[in-house]
């Protein structure tokens, strides 16, 4: 089965994210701030990103006119782009990284969600649309096991 996933880190990442993704792309720069293919792959090692065989070509075509990425570049590798359909891999990945802002490894607040959906411009009823199967998983603390979701989902 394939699930229309309308989750968008790119152009609306926020700055404390871009943060983030700063640390973590500086842990592989080299003295000119930019990775090479070898540093992508070990930066998607350190965050536990599994990118699936079209992912795999789509980030090789990046570094096929040139050896380097600048930050920017990096940045834009973590934009899914709304309405395309993704496996349950892809679903697993995105809400990895997400996760990573937790320190409860794959466990996920419905508001980050929620709020991530609106950023995206969905309606409220779209939103709740999307978020009431995660409000079914969710516990006390407002978190939800992202991995319990894909699983049950697909």
Same mark, same amino acid.
């Given at each position: 089965?394939?699930?229309?996933?309308?989750?968008?880190?790119?152009?609306?990442?926020? @700055?404390?994210?871009?943060?983030?993704?700063? @640390?973590?792309?500086? *842990?592989?720069?080299?003295?000119?701030?930019?990775?090479?293919?070898?540093? #992508? +792959?070990?930066? /998607?090692?350190?965050?536990? !990103?599994?990118?699936?065989?079209?992912?795999?070509?789509?980030?090789?075509? #990046? !570094?096929?006119?040139? $050896?380097?990425?600048?930050?920017?570049? /990096? +940045?834009?590798? !973590?934009? *899914?782009?709304?309405?395309?359909?993704?496996?349950?891999?892809?679903?697993?990945?995105?809400?990895?990284? #997400?996760?990573?802002?937790?320190?409860?490894?794959?466990?996920?607040?419905? &508001?980050?969600?929620?709020?991530?959906?609106?950023?995206?411009? #969905?309606?409220?009823?779209?939103?709740?649309? *999307?978020?009431?199967? +995660?409000?079914?998983?969710?516990?006390? &603390?407002?978190?939800?096991?992202? $991995?319990?979701?894909?699983?049950?989902?697909?």
């Amino acid at each position: 089965r394939e699930y229309k996933v309308i989750m968008s880190m790119g152009s609306k990442i926020q @700055e404390g994210h871009k943060k983030y993704f700063r @640390e973590i792309f500086n *842990l592989q720069a080299n003295a000119d701030r930019k990775i090479d293919y070898k540093g #992508l +792959l070990e930066i /998607f090692n350190m965050v536990d !990103f599994h990118p699936n065989e079209k992912q795999h070509e789509e980030f090789k075509a #990046l !570094f096929e006119n040139k $050896e380097f990425i600048d930050f920017n570049e /990096f +940045l834009k590798i !973590f934009t *899914l782009k709304s309405n395309d359909y993704y496996t349950k891999t892809d679903v697993m990945n995105a809400f990895r990284l #997400l996760s990573k802002e937790y320190e409860k490894s794959g466990w996920i607040k419905v &508001d980050r969600v929620r709020e991530i959906l609106k950023e995206m411009g #969905l309606k409220e009823i779209e939103i709740v649309h *999307l978020t009431t199967q +995660l409000q079914n998983l969710e516990k006390e &603390d407002g978190m939800f096991s992202f $991995e319990d979701f894909v699983n049950d989902s697909f």
